[in-house]
Structures are given as C-alpha cells and as structure tokens.
C-alpha cells in the first residue's frame, strides 16, 4: 500500500459528551493522521460507537470542537446488518450504494471488491439474508469501499467471522486498505496485525499510542501503575492535612485562638483542593459478571444418545451423536469449521430443555438441571423492552433484585428505561450477564458469547465462569477464551462428534488448505476452500452443487461413507440407522454420478 505524506486528517480537541444524563467524554482530544490504521479499544458502554458517530457528524456534541476537511468523505461499516437489504442478493446489496450513474461507470467494482473479500462469483446471487453474519460483515465493508472513502470507520467488522473469515479481513486491510481507518475491536490478534496505532478510551478521555495494541496496553499499564502510585502520595498528603487541619482547629477553640482556627480553615481548604484534583486512576471494565456457586452435585447433568441434528429447516441432517455424557462442572468447548452444525445443535439442546419431559428422548437432563441460553445473535434482546422490563420478562428475579443488579452493572436509574433493541452489541452482552446473574443457572450454553464483550471483560467473564462451577458448553472462534476456559473439547468432524485431548489438531487442519478443502467435500460446502464463514445460518447446500471439489475430495468422501455404512450394518438391528443408511447411500449414487 503506498503510504501518505503524514499530516492530520481529522483532530478532536476537548470533546465534550453525555448521553442519557450519563457523560460519555470530557474533554478528550483524538488525532487522525493520514497514515493511521488505528484500533479502538475501551471497556463496552465506554462510548466507542458513540465517538464513530460523532466523528460522522451524526451527534450534537456538549463542547470542544472537531476539525477536519470540508466534504472529507468518511466511509461507515456498521455493526449490524441493514434489514431494508436482506432479501436482495450479494451483488444488489454491494451495488445499492452506487447512484444510477455510478452503476453505469462504476459497478464492475463492486464484483471486484467482493471478489477481493473473499467472496466467489457464485454467491453474487444469494440472498444477504441466507449469509452468515462474518459474510454480511464483509458486505458491508465491500459497500463502505465502493464509495471510495478518505478515511473508513468500522464498527467490529470481525464479529461473527470464523478464523479463515478473519485471515482475509486481516490481509485485505493490511495490503488492500488504500485510505486511513479506525477499527473497534475486541480481537487482540486482529488489532496487533493491521493496526500501527491504538487509542484506549476510558475514564471518559482517550489515551493514544502509535502502537499496536499489546506494545500500548504495556505502555498505557505502565500509565496507570505510575498514576496509582502518586494517587496513593496524595491520599496520603491529604490526610496528613486534614489531620493537621483537625487538630489545629481543636487548639483553636480551647485556646481562643483565631490565628490557629485561620490556619486549620486554609489547611482543610488545601486539602480539598488537593482531594478534588487527585491523579485519576482507571474504573476499570463494566461487565461486572458476578455468579454464585453453581455446581450440581449429580453424576451427569446432560446425556445426549443416537440424536440427529439438523438444519434449521430440517431439510438436511448435519451431524449424528452417538453418545455423550456431560458431567457437572465440565466446561465442554464445541469445535468444528462454519457450517457443520455447532449453533443447531446448541439449539437442539436448547429446544428439547423447553419441552415438558426433559428427562427423557434423545436428549436428557438431571432433573434439577436450570439452563441458561447466551445465542449469538442476541435475538432476545430486539425488542421494544426498556432494560428492567426485559429483565422482568427474562428471569425470575424481584422488583428489588432486578434493581440492584442494574445498578451494581453500572446503569444508572434513569437508563433503566432505555429500550433494549437499541443498545449495542457490548450492552446487550451484558444484560444476557445480568440475567444470568439473577437466575443463576448450573448449565449454561454460550454461542460465540465473546463477541461484544471487550477484551477486558472477556478475562473477567473466563474467571468468573470457572470459580461458578456452572457447566458450561460453548462455542467461540476466540481461540484464546476458548484455550483458557475449557477443559474438555469435542469436535465436529466428517458429520460425528468426537473428543479430542484439545484443540490443537483442528485449528491445524483449519489452518491447512488441503486439509480444509478436504473436509469442506466432506461436510458438502456450497464452496470449497473459501475463506468466507458460513456458520451463523448453517448455510450449506446439497452434494449436488459441489461442482468445485476436484475428484480427491469426492473419493475420499465415497470412501468415508461406504466405511459408514458397512460399520452401521454390522451393528445389532436395534442399533442401527436404517433412515442414515438410506441417506448415506443417496449421497454415494449421488457421488458417484458426478464422477462418471
């Protein structure tokens, strides 16, 4: 990428802001240079999506004063999905930010831009509604660009994006990102690649570093050990004053003495002074995750046998579970590539708790089992509910109980009415904490729990999770909360579960090209080898359509399902699946016509 000369695109000088009675920055001061490729960091509900509006012209800030070009184009990639565009497909949606006469001179871009994405020719004609949410993030950087902006803003581009999803967001800004940017993120991998400088906003002003985050963080930890440490010289001159100020003013009235009263009025007003401008030091995050002991004291808490999990349409059979047993207090990490079935079968999970007979089927539940439900989404939380309404829906918890947890998570009374459907990402990870907080399951599902939750919060929850008990089954394509967290993985592979000791093995497979390309034949991807994650809607297509897998892939395929099916017919009758036998067997007459 050929750099800028550097000089000041845009400044912010003593911004000033408060939102809802509650003040988001004080006199914070921010410079944008042509050359910055800048990462955004601070505690969720800090105002970092606030300040991306601001610098869009979209707020009426309190004070201070924002200087940039007249007519400095400002490209935008949001942090959810536009709903006006989800019925329209790839293409459309890229090019319906074009003018009429844009599309006549322009529009051969928007295939360049999604080709250079990541995307295939072959997915232009989907529906935006049927990609996964890392696919619709990427849209909506391919739209920001096509406008050619002078300065892009993006609003957690990484959400949702499986590894190889965010290997190409990663290589795109490093490589193809021709104009300055400013990235919210919670990936600390992602920041420390494309990012040559980091602003932290915290405490109401922002810190800034002409680093990459983990060089920043060491400097700006520094900052606060420094800033502690005079904090502590001043707490400590301030009582020697008010002490001083104290006795003086006894001497003065058993004395008579007015010199000595004067003395101990200009002492305390001294130590006032001093009190009122003290070193600040940092508040640290808001997630404030706090639960209670949540172990069940039982031989298994989740039995899973002979259970099929299917598409959410139930029009293609993902995975089959033989059996598993899930034992209180394991923390069981769900692996597998986009595609393969962990979000439906954390749903299939989640529908069969729901049911009146928990304790029998194909997936069965210790009695005394309560469940919690964190799905990626955050769908519960889109509706038209102010934050103590939803948590009165959401729990079983008092009028007391859902106010104090407000106020113990950092809200304040008059933002208890705040409609829930219009908080952001990292507000809405914390009410689905919150109500975890009150109900206090033992068994908690997570899907892709992490993705709001700021880095600071991410090492809270971790810790907070494991000193629960509380059982935990998860899905992450955060590899570090993942590592950390889990001390069991079971991993979706060539449509089985099987255990592994830990992770290693599949991010090595994931991370290798023949190794993806085989298992996408193997797990029928509508596109080999693509870096595109297609997790969210288990967006996959029949064998039919992989006219893109060359012929190893389908003979490694054929090989797997003939062994299948042999394995399955030297079973005792009542153990065998004659209906996947039936399927196996379509899909191998299936292979073997696209062969000949």
Same mark, same amino acid.
């Not at 000088?13 to 944008?32: E, K």
């Not at 989800?86 to 293409?91: F, Q, S, V």
């Given at each position: 990428?050929?750099?800028?000369?550097?000089?000041?695109?845009?400044?912010?000088?003593?911004?000033?802001?408060?939102?809802?009675?509650?003040?988001?920055?004080?006199?914070?001061?921010?410079?944008?240079?042509?050359?910055?490729?800048?990462?955004?960091?601070?505690?969720?509900?800090?105002?970092?999506?606030?300040?991306?509006?601001?610098?869009?012209?979209?707020?009426?800030?309190?004070?201070?004063?924002?200087?940039?070009?007249?007519?400095? !184009?400002?490209?935008?990639?949001?942090?959810?999905?536009?709903?006006?565009?989800?019925?329209?497909?790839?293409?459309?949606?890229?090019?319906?930010?074009?003018?009429? &006469?844009?599309?006549?001179?322009?529009?051969?871009?928007?295939?360049?831009?999604?080709?250079?994405?990541?995307?295939?020719?072959?997915?232009?004609?989907?529906?935006? !509604?049927?990609?996964?949410?890392?696919?619709?993030?990427?849209?909506?950087?391919?739209?920001?660009?096509?406008?050619?902006?002078?300065?892009?803003?993006?609003?957690?581009?990484?959400?949702?994006?499986?590894?190889?999803?965010?290997?190409?967001?990663?290589?795109?800004?490093?490589?193809?990102?021709?104009?300055?940017?400013?990235?919210?993120?919670?990936?600390?991998?992602?920041?420390?690649?494309?990012?040559?400088?980091?602003?932290?906003?915290?405490?109401?002003?922002?810190?800034?570093?002409?680093?990459?985050? &983990?060089?920043?963080?060491?400097?700006?930890?520094?900052?606060?050990?420094?800033?502690?440490?005079?904090?502590?010289?001043?707490?400590?001159?301030?009582?020697?004053?008010?002490?001083?100020?104290?006795?003086?003013?006894?001497?003065?009235?058993?004395?008579?003495?007015?010199?000595?009263?004067?003395?101990?009025? +200009?002492?305390? !007003?001294?130590?006032?002074?001093?009190?009122?401008?003290?070193?600040?030091?940092?508040?640290? *995050?808001?997630?404030?995750?706090?639960? /209670?002991?949540? *172990?069940?004291?039982?031989?298994?808490?989740?039995?899973?046998?002979?259970?099929?999990?299917?598409?959410?349409?139930?029009?293609?059979?993902?995975? *089959?579970?033989?059996?598993?047993?899930?034992?209180?207090?394991?923390?069981?990490?769900?692996?597998?590539?986009?595609?393969?079935?962990?979000?439906?079968?954390?749903?299939?999970?989640?529908?069969?708790?729901?049911?009146?007979?928990?304790?029998?089927?194909?997936?069965?539940?210790?009695?005394?089992?309560?469940?919690?439900?964190?799905?990626?989404?955050?769908?519960?939380?889109?509706?038209?509910?102010?934050?103590?309404?939803?948590?009165?829906?959401?729990?079983?918890?008092?009028?007391?109980?859902?106010?104090?947890?407000?106020?113990?998570?950092?809200?304040?009374?008059?933002?208890?009415?705040?409609?829930? &459907?219009?908080?952001?990402?990292?507000? !809405?990870?914390?009410?689905?904490?919150?109500?975890?907080?009150?109900?206090?399951?033992?068994?908690?599902?997570?899907?892709?729990?992490?993705?709001?939750? /700021?880095?600071?919060?991410?090492?809270?929850?971790?810790?907070?999770?494991?000193?629960?008990?509380?059982?935990?089954?998860?899905?992450?394509?955060?590899?570090?909360?993942?590592?950390?967290?889990?001390?069991?993985?079971?991993?979706?592979?060539?449509?089985?579960?099987?255990?592994?000791?830990? +992770?290693?093995?599949?991010?090595?497979?994931?991370?290798?090209?023949?190794?993806?390309?085989?298992?996408?034949?193997?797990?029928?991807?509508?596109?080999?080898?693509?870096?595109?994650?297609?997790?969210?809607?288990?967006?996959?297509?029949?064998?039919?359509?992989?006219?893109?897998?060359?012929?190893?892939?389908?003979?490694?395929?054929?090989?797997?399902?003939?062994?299948?099916?042999? &394995? /399955?017919?030297?079973?005792?009758?009542?153990?065998?699946?004659?209906?996947?036998?039936?399927?196996?067997?379509?899909?191998?007459?299936?292979?073997?016509?696209?062969?000949?």
């Amino acid at each position: 990428m050929k750099m800028k000369p550097m000089s000041a695109l845009l400044q912010i000088i003593d911004l000033s802001f408060s939102r809802s009675h509650q003040t988001l920055f004080q006199q914070l001061n921010l410079t944008i240079n042509n050359n910055d490729r800048i990462g955004l960091v601070g505690h969720n509900g800090c105002g970092k999506s606030s300040l991306l509006s601001i610098i869009r012209g979209l707020e009426e800030i309190d004070g201070g004063e924002i200087r940039k070009p007249r007519g400095l !184009k400002i490209g935008w990639v949001e942090q959810f999905i536009d709903q006006t565009i989800l019925d329209i497909n790839l293409l459309e949606a890229a090019l319906k930010v074009l003018n009429q &006469d844009e599309l006549i001179t322009h529009g051969w871009k928007a295939k360049n831009q999604l080709l250079g994405l990541g995307f295939t020719e072959q997915q232009f004609a989907v529906p935006v !509604k049927d990609l996964s949410g890392g696919q619709q993030n990427l849209l909506l950087i391919a739209r920001a660009l096509l406008l050619e902006p002078e300065l892009l803003l993006m609003d957690e581009p990484g959400n949702h994006m499986d590894i190889l999803a965010m290997s190409r967001l990663e290589t795109f800004l490093l490589h193809e990102c021709n104009c300055p940017f400013m990235i919210i993120s919670h990936d600390r991998f992602l920041l420390n690649t494309v990012c040559n400088k980091t602003v932290f906003i915290r405490d109401h002003r922002s810190f800034e570093y002409a680093l990459p985050f &983990d060089s920043a963080s060491d400097q700006l930890l520094e900052h606060d050990k420094h800033a502690e440490k005079h904090r502590q010289q001043e707490e400590k001159e301030i009582k020697r004053l008010q002490a001083t100020a104290k006795r003086l003013a006894i001497w003065g009235r058993e004395h008579d003495n007015e010199s000595l009263s004067r003395k101990a009025k +200009s002492i305390d !007003k001294r130590a006032e002074k001093l009190n009122n401008e003290k070193t600040k030091v940092t508040e640290g *995050s808001k997630l404030n995750v706090r639960l /209670d002991n949540l *172990s069940l004291a039982a031989r298994q808490i989740l039995t899973i046998e002979n259970a099929d999990i299917y598409t959410p349409d139930f029009s293609r059979k993902l995975l *089959s579970i033989d059996h598993i047993v899930i034992q209180p207090g394991e923390r069981v990490a769900l692996l597998g590539i986009n595609g393969v079935g962990k979000s439906s079968t954390l749903e299939a999970i989640r529908k069969q708790f729901s049911n009146d007979d928990k304790t029998s089927g194909e997936i069965r539940f210790n009695p005394r089992t309560t469940l919690g439900y964190y799905d990626q989404g955050l769908d519960t939380l889109n509706k038209n509910q102010s934050r103590s309404d939803w948590l009165r829906n959401n729990t079983q918890g008092g009028e007391h109980e859902i106010k104090k947890t407000l106020i113990n998570s950092g809200i304040s009374f008059t933002d208890f009415s705040h409609r829930v &459907d219009q908080l952001s990402g990292g507000e !809405k990870a914390r009410m689905m904490f919150m109500a975890f907080q009150i109900n206090q399951p033992n068994l908690m599902i997570l899907d892709e729990p992490t993705n709001h939750i /700021d880095l600071y919060g991410k090492q809270q929850l971790s810790e907070q999770l494991k000193e629960s008990g509380a059982t935990l089954i998860i899905t992450s394509h955060d590899r570090h909360f993942l590592d950390h967290i889990a001390t069991r993985w079971l991993w979706i592979n060539n449509g089985t579960i099987e255990e592994v000791n830990n +992770s290693e093995l599949f991010y090595k497979q994931l991370l290798n090209p023949k190794a993806r390309s085989s298992n996408s034949a193997t797990n029928k991807h509508k596109n080999f080898g693509s870096a595109v994650d297609t997790d969210a809607k288990e967006n996959v297509d029949e064998i039919e359509n992989i006219s893109m897998a060359d012929e190893d892939d389908i003979l490694q395929r054929i090989d797997w399902l003939e062994t299948k099916i042999q &394995d /399955d017919q030297k079973r005792k009758t009542k153990f065998q699946k004659p209906t996947s036998q039936i399927e196996w067997q379509r899909e191998l007459d299936q292979l073997w016509a696209q062969l000949q």
